[in-house]
């Protein structure tokens, strides 16, 4: 998987130290129990366009894995 981030990373122009990429496997992993397994890329996606719009990534995963653990 490093080889992966770093050849994307490469790609995308970004540093592969940017990415915390623990705090997005386990967004993703709360919001595919939580709420669907399709939600979890979508989830991870919007958690990037939050943060290239200079949110802070750790705040804003806690509230997305905060909702996806909530009873619907």
């Keep these: 998987m490093n080889e992966w981030i770093e050849t994307a990373c490469a790609e995308l122009g ?12 386990d967004l993703t992993r ?5 709420v669907a ?5 979508l989830t991870a996606y919007l958690l990037g366009v939050a943060v290239g719009r200079g949110g802070d ?4 995963a806690d ?10």
């Design 37 to 41: 397994r399709p939600a979890a890329p």
């Design 57 to 60: 990534a750790a705040a804003l």
């Design 14 to 25: 970004l540093e592969p130290g940017a990415l915390d990429r623990d705090l997005v496997l």
């Design 30 to 34: 709360d919001v595919a129990h939580g």
């Design 63 to 72: 509230r997305l894995a905060a909702l996806a653990r909530e009873p619907r």
